[in-house]
Nanobody
Framework: VQLQASGGGLVQAGGSLRLSCAAS????????MGWFRQAPGKEREFVAA????????YYADSVKGRFTISRDNAKNTVYLQMGSLKPEDTAVYYC?????????????????WGQGTQVTVSS
C-alpha cells in the first residue's frame, strides 16, 4: 500500500485544517486507516482510526470532539478534519494502514505509512 498525505500547514490556535491521505496499491476497503502524529522530542502517538466500512471510528482522548476522521472509499482517500486547534496539536501527522480490517490504536500494528505532513498551530 502506498500512502500520500497532504493538507498540513500553519494555522492559528482555534483554527481548522483538513488532512487528506490518498491510498493506492491495494483494494482500499481491505483495511482500516489511521492517523498518528509525532511532535518534536516526543514519541509517535495515535490520533484516530476508521474501519474499512467507515462504520466505526476511534479517537485519542486528546482530540475527541475536535477532530473527525472519515474516508471516501470511492476515492481511496481518508481525511482528518481538525478543529479548535491548539498549539499542542503541532506535529508531523502520518496516515497509516495495517494489513487487516481490524481497528488498532498501536502504531506497531500499522505496516504501511505515508510520508507525513507538518501541522503547526501558533498561539
Amino acid at each position: 500500500v502506498q500512502l500520500q498525505a497532504s493538507g498540513g500547514g500553519l494555522v492559528q490556535a482555534g483554527g481548522s485544517l483538513r488532512l487528506s491521505c490518498a491510498a493506492s496499491g491495494r483494494t482500499f476497503t481491505d483495511y482500516t486507516m489511521g492517523w498518528f502524529r509525532q511532535a518534536p522530542g516526543k514519541e509517535r502517538e495515535f490520533v484516530a482510526a476508521i474501519s474499512y466500512s467507515d462504520r466505526f471510528t476511534y479517537y485519542a482522548d486528546s482530540v475527541k470532539g475536535r477532530f473527525t476522521i472519515s474516508r471516501d472509499n470511492a476515492k481511496n482517500t481518508v481525511y482528518l478534519q481538525m478543529g479548535s486547534l491548539k498549539p499542542e496539536d503541532t506535529a508531523v501527522y502520518y496516515c497509516a494502514a495495517p494489513e487487516t480490517r481490524l481497528l488498532f490504536t498501536r502504531d506497531l500494528e500499522y505496516k504501511n505509512w505515508g510520508q507525513g505532513t507538518q501541522v503547526t498551530v501558533s498561539s
